[in-house]
């Protein structure tokens, strides 16, 4: 995927946050990423009345990865209520990281990023593999 379109990933992205369930912070936020196959997968923030336990709308969209199919992801952008691109916090970058491509992209605040630059050395699935038997 060279061409991303990410007119189209930012619209997603948007109309999922117009579902974000956030009572508490009142900051929607939605997500959305093309998977390699080309669909594309999003998710909204949820928050709950226990603050800590609310999810992050990275969180929806990898859990929407692997109920439409799995894959790899190739793009992603992230979207507040204003329409404002807005970083994925450390622990999303760690969670969209491990069903990342290897040359994943970002939209992001300072433009066009790899998730190398987004997540560096990143700890992840082949740190166990290295470790197993
Ligand atoms: N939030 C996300 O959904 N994703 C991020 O990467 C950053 C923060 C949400 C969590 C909370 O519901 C609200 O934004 C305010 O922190």
Same mark, same amino acid.
């Given at each position: ?19 974000? =369930?956030?009572? =508490? ?25 226990? =603050? ?82």
């Amino acid at each position: 995927m060279t061409d991303i379109d990410w007119q189209g990933l930012r619209a997603a992205a948007t109309e999922a946050m117009r579902k974000a =369930y956030v009572p =508490y912070s009142e900051y929607p936020v939605g997500a959305a990423a093309f998977v390699e196959d080309g669909r594309i997968v999003a998710g909204c923030n949820t928050e709950n009345a226990s =603050y800590g336990v609310g999810l992050c709308a990275e969180c929806g969209l990898i859990s929407n990865l692997a109920m439409t199919g799995g894959g790899r992801l190739a793009a992603f952008v992230c979207v507040n209520g204003a329409g404002e691109t807005i970083m994925p916090c450390g622990r999303c970058r760690q969670l969209l990281n491990e069903h990342a491509l290897p040359d994943m992209l970002f939209e992001t605040v300072s433009g066009i990023r790899t998730i190398d630059e987004v997540l560096p050395d990143a700890f992840g699935p082949r740190d166990l593999e290295h470790m197993a038997g």
